[in-house]
């Protein structure tokens, strides 16, 4: 079929070659649905894979959800990356935050740590935009510093440190209002 | 409670909602074989990727040869100051370190420098203790050995032969000024030459069938003089190798 899905010996396979075989399409797929065009698709996945190989020894579960997870993120935002100069504008609304938002302090002893309470947040994250919870979750999530995010997902460290001022603003802003309406 | 705190248990909760929220983000993809029937993989991305993963190997092996090359240039650091310590502070140790290699070619024995100096005893038991000073070749073909020592004046003449006592090589020193020497030189082609840093003559008369080299020079206070039937670049490297022992 392919050269690589010819080696049998799973042994003599790295850990980065493992990690691609295991979600290289999921990967295309992502990229697809941006870039409209196989070529490009792979294009985006092998810069991913660029901006992975110093980066590969962090990963330790090659087969996890929150592996798959990490990749899409970083697929993702390259293939927006190369959309956004191919068409010099950005569609994708990277750039400018749309809406302002304000910095509230957040009462905390108005927080009840409960299952529903994680339920909402987790559900304010999946529904904040792309640029902000992508850069949440390799922050808090993954654990990379704001430079290796920044490598990562080809922006400027400054911008990194941004969008995750605005990002845990917006939720601890969703976090706030959720309280006090109750 | 103060900002700090807050902001930081706030950050704890975030952390928490957002590794589950990665683990339900990556549970909804789609699974990888479900996507196989509609992707489309060219050969050459396939390439790229065998490249990169070449790279990767590289890169894995070039850090593992950079770590092991600090452990061993460390290892290597405290051997030597190990080993420094112990020649500065232990005779016996400097003594065995500095007992060089011998070196031999074509039938020579070379001792280039020796603390133990057991071989210029031998030597020196076959010249006269009164001989207030001593100047021998210390590079000598192999089997040969002082067979005679004879002061006239203030000429010095040592002589080494072989054990068949076929073989003879006439060493003389003299100080300047105090008396002369002559090596016969008819019939036979004189060159100038240099022995070290002083200038002197080379001669190579046959006679009675064999071939006898003399080779006469000095330095700034003492004439030598060295005949031989043995070739003429043996005689000069023996020339090269007269030392002032005592």
């Given at each position: 079929m392919t050269v690589i899905l010819n080696m049998d010996n799973r042994d003599r396979r790295s850990k980065f070659e493992e990690l691609y075989l295991a979600h290289k399409n999921i990967m295309l797929y992502t990229s697809y649905n941006i870039l409209k065009d196989w070529q490009l698709a792979e294009d985006a996945v092998h810069t991913s894979f660029l901006r992975l190989l110093n980066k590969i020894?962090?990963?330790?579960?090659?087969?996890?959800n929150k592996t798959r997870n990490f990749l899409v993120i970083i697929v993702r935002n390259v293939s927006i990356d190369m959309y956004n100069k191919r068409k010099k504008h950005s569609e994708y609304g990277y750039?400018?935050?749309s809406e302002k938002i304000e910095d509230q302090d957040l009462s905390?002893?108005?927080?009840?740590?409960?299952h529903d309470k994680i339920k909402e947040l987790m559900d304010n994250i999946s529904s904040l935009d792309k640029k902000y919870s992508d850069v949440l979750m390799l922050r808090f999530a993954y654990h990379y510093s704001e430079e290796e995010i920044a490598h990562l997902l080809g922006i400027s460290y400054e911008n990194v440190r941004i969008r995750l001022y605005r990002g845990r603003n917006f939720l601890k802003n969703k976090l706030s209002g959720v309280s006090r309406d109750e | 409670m103060n900002k700090e705190l807050k902001d930081k248990i706030f950050c704890d909760i975030l952390e928490y909602a957002l590794e589950l929220e990665c683990e339900r983000a990556g549970k909804e993809l789609p699974a990888e074989a479900e996507l196989l029937q509609n992707l489309s993989i060219s050969k050459e991305f396939e390439k790229r990727m065998l490249a990169l993963f070449r790279v990767r190997k590289r890169k894995t092996v070039t850090k593992y040869i950079l770590s092991l090359s600090k452990k061993v240039a460390v290892c290597f650091m405290l051997v030597l100051i190990l080993n420094i310590t112990l020649l500065i502070t232990v005779d016996a140790y400097r003594v065995n370190f500095f007992n060089l290699c011998v070196t031999v070619k074509d039938g020579f024995t070379t001792f280039v420098f020796t603390e133990d100096n057991r071989e210029n005893e031998v030597e020196m038991s076959?010249?006269?203790?009164?001989?207030?000073t001593v100047y021998l070749p210390?590079?000598?073909?192999?089997?040969f050995s002082i067979k005679n020592s004879i002061s006239t004046g203030s000429i010095k003449r040592i002589i080494y032969s072989d054990k068949d006592n076929k073989l003879t090589i006439n060493f003389s020193y003299y100080p300047i000024k105090s008396s002369t020497f002559s090596i016969d030189t008819e019939d036979s082609q004189m060159d100038k030459i240099y022995i070290g840093a002083n200038a002197g003559y080379l001669s190579v008369k046959a006679s009675d069938g064999e071939e006898r080299t003399s080779v006469v020079w000095n330095d700034d206070t003492t004439a030598f003089s060295l005949i031989s039937t043995l070739d003429k670049k043996t005689v000069i490297n023996i020339a090269k190798s007269v030392k002032k022992i005592k």
């Open positions: 020894d962090t990963i330790n579960d090659i087969a996890c750039d400018e935050l905390v002893e108005e927080i009840v740590i409960s | 076959r010249i006269p203790e009164d001989w207030d210390v590079s000598i073909p192999g089997g």
